[in-house]
Nanobody, 116 residues
Framework: VRLVESGGGLVQAGGSLRLSCAVS????????MGWYRQPPGKERELVAK???????MLADSVKGRFTISGDVTKSVMDLQMNNLRPDDTDVYFC???????????WGQGIQVTVAS
């Protein structure tokens, strides 16, 4: 199973970026997909996730600024990030979770840098 991430980069505060993730190599689509980030010295934290039934979860810190979309039944997901702030700077990781079927897999991570 491979998670292919794209997007990210450097943007000025207030700008926008879009992250995309696609799963390949799996015979079954995941139950949910999500984006996480790991601030220095802290545990990896949920940014946003979307479930196969369409239910969406967003971290409080990104509500009103980030939008997650995609089709988990097709193993693809996007994260539109608007009004970015310097504290959004981090490596963002895509996760696809099959639950008890085969667990969760992670992408390699993609850098997002927001300059003040």
């Amino acid at each position: 199973v491979r998670l292919v991430e794209s997007g990210g980069g450097l943007v000025q505060a207030g700008g926008s970026l879009r992250l995309s993730c696609a799963v390949s190599g799996a015979d079954v689509h995941p139950n949910e997909m999500g984006w996480y980030r790991q601030p220095p010295g802290k545990e990896r934290e949920l940014v946003a996730k979307i479930r196969r039934n369409g239910i969406i979860m967003l971290a409080d810190s990104v509500k009103g600024r980030f939008t997650i979309s995609g089709d988990v039944t097709k193993s693809v997901m996007d994260l539109q990030m608007n009004n970015l702030r310097p504290d959004d700077t981090d490596v963002y990781f895509c996760q696809a979770d099959w639950g008890t079927w085969m667990g969760a897999f992670w992408g390699q991570g993609i850098q997002v840098t927001v300059a003040s």
